[in-house]
């Protein structure tokens, strides 16, 4: 199934049939997040209405984390199994994960000056995730600095894999070193410290926001795989 | 063997002793790495009171007093506060705005001097949010269980 899904120009025509319906979803669910964001959830206890900025920038915090985890997956899947369509995802995905830690960064600085009272402390959790940032900004650098596409995916592949060692520093920070950036809410050992009726609208932000990446993941694919066709014809009418 | 395992075994192995050593290097870097000391930790270390460090801690209920004083001609108001790691104790004293999320019973980091024993002149004030989030109506609710128990 996957192999046969593997071939890119039979993942090309899936790509047409689903990428309309999942920008749709994608659209239907932020507006319905939205309203819940906004009106249909109470202010926090302490913060107030500074709690909706949370609304943003968790979902972007998981998507950062997510997409590069799919990038460092494609990476070991190009290096070992010299699959082009590993780089083409990998490739796409670069420069959507560089969007959502970037929005991860500036909501969260928003929502810090309020909060702890500053824009900008260096602790683990909010130095790690500029680290991050730094590595996708050279994903995207190295993808386009090179003539040769297999050279560059191939050293691409590599930072990729590097910067693996990243995500369990940014996931697990705030548990191994002190940080000012709070303990996560949602663990999968114990109930959410977030109250049923602001985990709505963070869950349906986030899928809303997981299938707006995967549009967007979709129409970037569709156009490397033409990009890379239009590259072999080229070629051809040289020889 | 296939060129293709080959490749997957170097990686695997690179994989490994590169997370080995990342793992022993932020081991290693943990004084550098944690963003504030526990007042425990302070009492713990020997701190010159030239050093600029970070304290973090709760802030002791009934533990906030704010009082005028009388600067260089000029009226301030001179914050002080306790705050705890539940074993040990830090005075603080801070000439500033606090921060509005700054209470009593909520956590807080503070970066400063430490003058003498168990006293620290703050120069900055940062409020520390928990990974709590409610509304209003239920946190009443609590608290009123909280003391009924």
Redesign the interface.
């Known amino acids: 199934m996957i192999f046969n899904l593997a071939n890119p120009l039979r993942f090309q025509r899936l790509i047409e049939k689903i990428e309309p319906i999942t920008l749709n979803i994608a659209i239907i669910l932020l507006l319905v997040g939205l309203f819940f964001c906004f009106f249909g959830s109470?202010?926090?206890?302490?913060?107030g209405e500074t709690?909706r900025i949370?609304y943003i920038h968790v979902p972007c915090a998981w998507f950062s984390l997510m997409i590069y985890s799919i990038i460092a997956l494609c990476s070991?899947f190009s290096?070992?199994?010299k699959h082009t369509l590993a780089d083409l995802i990998s490739r796409s995905c670069a420069p959507i994960g560089a969007c959502f830690t970037l929005a991860t960064l500036l909501s969260g600085s928003i929502w810090g000056k309020?909060?702890?009272?500053?824009w900008w402390?260096?602790?683990?959790r909010l130095t790690s995730e500029l680290v991050l940032l730094v590595i996708y900004l050279g994903l995207i650098i190295i993808n386009n600095a090179y003539e040769d596409k297999s050279k560059a995916d191939r050293y691409s592949s590599i930072l990729a894999?590097?910067g693996?060692?990243n995500l369990p520093?940014i996931k697990w920070s705030v548990d191994?070193?002190?940080?000012?950036h709070?303990?996560?809410?949602i663990s999968k050992f114990s109930s959410p410290?977030?109250?049923p009726?602001?985990l709505l609208p963070l869950f349906i932000m986030t899928f809303s926001f997981f299938f707006f990446f995967i549009s967007i993941l979709l129409v970037r694919v569709r156009g490397e795989i033409i990009q890379r066709k239009i590259e072999v014809i080229r070629f051809n009418r040289m020889v | 063997m296939k060129k293709k395992n080959k490749r997957l075994i170097t990686i695997s192995i690179f994989m490994v002793f590169f997370t080995f050593g990342c793992a022993i290097l932020l081991f290693n870097l943990r004084e550098n790495l944690i963003f504030f000391y526990s007042p425990t930790e302070v009492f713990e270390k020997q701190i010159e009171t030239t050093q600029m460090i970070r304290v973090g801690g709760m802030v002791k209920d009934e533990s906030l007093v704010k009082k005028i004083k009388t600067i260089e001609g000029r009226q301030l108001e001179e914050i002080s506060f306790v705050i705890t790691d539940f074993e040990n104790e830090l005075v603080i004293s801070y000439i500033g705005i606090l921060p509005d999320l700054f209470k009593e019973g909520q956590g807080v980091v503070v970066e400063g001097f430490l003058k003498n024993v168990g006293k620290f002149e703050a120069r900055t004030v940062l409020a520390k949010h928990d990974e709590n989030y409610m509304p209003p109506e239920i946190k009443d609710i609590k608290s009123i269980k909280d003391n009924k128990i």
């Open positions: 109470p202010p926090d206890y302490l913060q709690v949370m070991i290096i070992v199994f309020p909060t702890w009272g500053t402390v260096w602790d683990a894999i590097i693996i060692i520093i191994w070193w002190s940080t000012l709070q303990p996560a809410s410290s977030i109250d009726s602001m």
